[in-house]
């Protein structure tokens, strides 16, 4: 079966949710490559550094809203920022535990989000995405 993206990238602070979340995805073949940061500062250099080379960025990202350093709001307005040569779109789908109806309208605002799942992930929602 041939993997549904090339690479998707993690960011999450919660070790034990990206545990789960990084074997969901490699047990049912759903990425060649898989990326993880635990929080969005690491992820936004990343993306800079590789925002000209389509192989380096990531089909899907997942996206947790509440993390130190710099949250997932944060994290989308920096992306917003990054002036991509990359022809390649980044899917965001915000993925949280946060049951605030703002933080949920909030999102779902974001031209760049695709969509918001709430904690905890599963294989069938990922295979959805």
Same mark, same amino acid.
């Given at each position: ?19 789960? %979340?990084? *074997? ?6 759903? *990425?060649?490559?898989?990326? &993880? ?5 690491? *992820?936004?250099?990343?993306? &800079? ?35 991509? %040569?990359? %022809? ?34 599963? *294989? ?6």
């Amino acid at each position: 079966m041939v993997p549904k993206y090339s690479k998707i990238l993690i960011i999450d602070d919660n070790y034990i949710d990206n545990y789960i %979340t990084s *074997a969901i995805i490699k047990k049912n073949n759903l *990425a060649n490559d898989l990326v &993880e940061f635990d929080n969005g500062l690491k *992820a936004i250099e990343y993306l &800079e550094q590789n925002k000209d080379n389509d192989e380096e960025l990531p089909d899907l990202i997942l996206l947790d809203l509440y993390m130190p350093l710099m949250d997932g709001f944060e994290f989308l307005n920096l992306f917003e920022k990054i002036d991509f %040569t990359s %022809t390649k779109k980044c899917k965001i789908c915000i993925v949280s535990s946060s049951i605030d109806d703002n933080d949920i309208i909030k999102a779902k605002l974001d031209k760049n989000i695709y969509t918001f799942i709430s904690k905890p992930l599963t *294989a069938e929602l990922l295979s959805l995405l």
